[in-house]
């Protein structure tokens, strides 16, 4: 499994339709933004306008923090963005902190770059001139202070390189972001919208950064990159700061009732970020094609077999759902 997700592999293997299914693989909020006022007809009839997307990105600005001093540049999902940095670092060798979000390194390696494992941000190799960091991190939910982040901005700015931060589960941890500690250091920051706001279908996602950088990503994406409905939901959304506030209260309250679900079903509970939890089990994998069994989607890693990771249920219902499942299969194995 890549990225989680992908219902329709879990039923061709497991059986079911996807509306059957409880979908916790994801790490994306089960609470998503319902926005208050309906498109308007012509966001889907019209060519995204300059003048929507400069809404888009002000809201964008206020709501992550980002400092005047920085570009900012929205797109088509952050992962559209990590496939375009590379083409805009340096050559030099690029130090991945893992385990992580593996699709930087394949970005970095498709674009011919040569990269390092990186297991702890503060050994950095005197060879990197590029370093890449998830924080909070996917998907252990280990944290870098902000202090640090920037003393390795600094030391990276120096070879002439960058720091590049994906912080696509930030909005969940307030503080966590680097943005607004920013001033000259040479550091790009990924947000990705759709997961904090449970509307990853919309595809949208910013990088901020040093301007001239920003600037030759947004040219890369070239014309109307974000749609229309992206442009219009996006910007009501980030101007939503009392939503934003009152879904980090929410799903923070929920990973605590999640978090005691999975210690009594005999499951460790040892990372994650208010969206997720990571837990040790004996036999991920076979806990994972049990759950499945179950009509119950789960993340496991081909690198670490007795982590798994289990998203928010959303519900008491859902959670009521997996708990009962977690006993069946706890018994199986």
């Not at 994906?166 to 001033?183: Q, R």
């Not at 076979?286 to 998203?311: C, E, K, M, Q, S």
Request: charged share 20%; hydrophobic share 45%.
């Amino acid at each position: 499994m890549l990225h989680g997700g992908d219902l329709s592999a879990a039923c061709e293997t497991y059986g079911g339709t996807s509306d059957g299914w409880l979908d916790l693989s994801t790490g994306i909020n089960p609470h998503a933004y319902e926005p208050r006022r309906a498109v308007p007809p012509l966001n889907w009839t019209r060519l995204p306008d300059r003048a929507s997307n400069d809404k888009l990105l002000s809201a964008a600005r206020r709501a992550y923090q980002v400092p005047d001093h920085l570009g900012l540049a929205a797109a088509p999902g952050t992962q559209a963005l990590i496939s375009l940095l590379p083409g805009l670092m340096p050559e030099g060798e690029v130090a991945i902190a893992v385990p992580t979000y593996t699709s930087h390194k394949s970005a970095f390696v498709r674009a011919g770059h040569r990269t390092t494992e990186l297991s702890s941000v503060y050994a950095l190799p005197a060879s990197a001139q590029t370093a890449v960091i998830v924080n909070p991190n996917n998907p252990d939910g280990r944290l870098v202070d902000v202090k640090s982040l920037l003393e390795i901005a600094r030391t990276l700015g120096d070879r002439g390189g960058y720091l590049i931060l994906d912080e696509a589960f930030a909005d969940v941890i307030p503080g966590a972001s680097i943005l607004p500690h920013v001033k000259d250091e040479p550091v790009l920051v990924l947000r990705s919208f759709g997961k904090f706001f449970g509307l990853a279908g919309l595809r949208l996602g910013f990088l901020a950064g040093p301007k001239d950088v920003v600037g030759r990503a947004a040219a890369m994406l070239d014309s109307w990159a974000v749609s229309g409905p992206a442009l219009h939901i996006g910007t009501e959304a980030l101007n939503d700061l009392d939503w934003q506030q009152k879904i980090q209260r929410q799903v923070s309250d929920e990973m605590g009732d999640l978090t005691l679900a999975l210690s009594e079903a005999g499951l460790g509970v040892f990372g994650g970020t208010p969206l997720y939890a990571l837990a040790a089990a004996r036999n991920a994998a076979g806990l994972h094609h049990a759950l499945a069994r179950r009509h119950i989607w789960t993340r496991v890693f081909d690198y670490a077999p007795t982590w798994i990771r289990i998203g928010l249920p959303g519900s008491h219902a859902n959670l009521t759902r997996l708990t009962a499942a977690l006993a069946e299969a706890m018994k199986e194995l």
